[in-house]
Structures are given as structure tokens and as C-alpha cells.
């Protein structure tokens, strides 16, 4: 289930504490957790991406102990939200860097026996796939909009 979305964070004004509970209530369950971390534009311009990363993902995981979960699935989707539904993506430079942030973050977590995966969301298409997959340090996507079309989803899963 994906917690922490950009939508839910602005629309809804979901905030960390909130992100933090529900990811504690869905890692006690049967569920996997997908949490969504990004950075707005502004948030961006200023430098502080890493500081709105370290952020997000310490305020879900410092309340879980891990040693409690054996083959757990987490997964974390890195989604600028200047990036999302805007048709425009990071470039391969951009999203390196911050997926290496995110595991440099994670680093500081005994994950015991989890099973971690990196995730890319933001303006993936039938067009940037590829190109985007070929970071070796990313897992794969968590796609939106092109999803909805099954030719341009399809295309997208024949390119990987």
C-alpha cells in the first residue's frame, strides 16, 4: 500500500506523524509498505532535498524496530513531486544522487532479514523508461498517469 504520497501530503495535508503511524500500522500487517519521498520544486531551488529525504524517511522508520520482521518487503519510491504528472522527469543525474541519499539514509537502520527496494515515480514513460531503469541502483517504478493507458503501460514493461 503506498503511504506518504505527494497528493495526500498537499491535498490532504498529511503530515509526518501521520505518514509515521500509518507505516508502523501497515508494517505490523501483512501488507508491504510503498513509502513515497520527494521534494517540491521550491524545496529543490533551496538546496534541501537531502534534508526533506532524511526527513520523510527518518520520521517512518525511527519508530520501528526491525528486528521484529523477517522477510518484510519495504519498498521506498523516490518521486519528486516537481516531477510528477508534469510530464517532466529527473534526469538520470538527479535521480543517482538522490537514490544514493536514500540508501546512504537507510544505512543508519538494522533492516535485520527485510527485503528493501528502491522505487523511481515521477513522469515515467513509454519514452524515459529505459533510459531511467539503466541506474543500477534503482529497483524499479511506481508509475502513475501512464499507467492508466495499457498500450503506454505495456510499452513501458516491454522496455524492462
Known amino acids: 500500500t503506498i503511504i506518504g504520497h505527494s497528493e495526500r501530503r498537499s491535498l490532504l495535508n498529511e503530515k509526518e ?3 509515521s503511524k500509518k507505516f508502523k500500522i501497515v508494517m505490523n500487517s501483512s501488507i508491504s509498505p510503498i513509502l513515497c ?3 517540491s520544486l521550491e524545496e529543490r531551488k533551496a538546496g534541501s532535498t537531502e534534508d526533506v529525504l532524511t526527513k520523510q524517511i527518518n520520521s517512518a ?3 520501528i524496530d526491525f528486528t521484529l520482521y ?3 518487503t519495504i ?3 523516490y518521486e519528486p513531486v516537481w516531477s510528477i504528472g508534469t510530464g517532466i522527469a529527473a ?3 538527479i535521480i543517482t544522487d538522490n537514490i544514493n541519499l536514500i540508501k546512504n539514509i537507510i544505512k543508519n537502520y538494522n ?3 527485510c527485503n528493501l527496494y ?3 515515480g515521477g513522469s515515467v514513460n513509454e519514452n524515459n523508461a529505459k533510459s531511467i531503469l539503466s541506474n543500477n541502483n534503482l529497483d524499479g517504478f511506481l508509475i502513475g498517469s501512464a499507467s492508466l493507458d495499457p498500450n503506454v503501460f505495456a510499452s513501458i514493461i516491454n522496455q524492462i
Request: glycine share 4%.
Open 75 to 77: 519498498l521506498i519510491a
Open 37 to 39: 519521498v520527494g521534494e
Open 61 to 63: 522508520f525511527n519508530e
Open 17 to 19: 506523524l501521520e505518514i
Open 118 to 120: 528502491i522505487l523511481y
Open 111 to 113: 533492516l535485520n532479514n
Open 91 to 93: 534526469d538520470i543525474d
Open 70 to 72: 523477517n522477510n518484510k
